[in-house]
């Protein structure tokens, strides 16, 4: 198989919980679509984190908006910590539903809180290029 470099073209990454705002309260993502794709990973991408435990949770669903529950820890390829101040977590999905979403869980009262982002990488796309 020859060596390929374009992997943009294989995958497609949508945002679950938006960068850029300082989060002090539990943070529900939006759902992502995952048909049309083979494989899913979930990339959590903390910046500062003051105050406060933030810990991630990965949930899914058959519907876009509604009956969202906790992944199966055996539907996951690794598991979700507590986030840290610029230590990014690579979490495989194996589930079969069709949405994921990542909930952001807040406890401690923080004051100022944290910065922080969650993004669904979709790869092996069944049509090409994304």
């Not at 810990?55 to 507590?82: K, N, Q, R, W």
């Not at 979490?91 to 539903?97: S, T």
Request: charged residues 15%; proline residues 5%.
């Amino acid at each position: 198989m020859p060596w390929r470099k374009d992997l943009d073209k294989e995958i497609s990454t949508s945002v679950s919980v938006a960068q850029g705002a300082l989060k002090t309260t539990t943070t529900t993502g939006t759902g992502v679509d995952t048909s049309g794709f083979n494989s899913v990973a979930v990339l959590l991408l903390p910046g500062a984190i003051t105050d406060g435990t933030h810990t991630p949770s990965i949930e899914e669903s058959d519907a876009s908006g509604s009956g969202y529950s906790t992944v199966a820890a055996a539907d996951l390829s690794g598991t979700p910590a507590a986030l840290t101040a610029n230590t990014i977590q690579e979490i495989g999905y194996k589930g079969r539903k069709r949405y994921v979403r990542v909930v952001v869980t807040v406890s401690g009262s923080p004051a100022t809180g944290g910065y922080y982002g969650a993004y669904v990488v979709r790869g092996g796309a069944r049509s090409l290029p994304q």
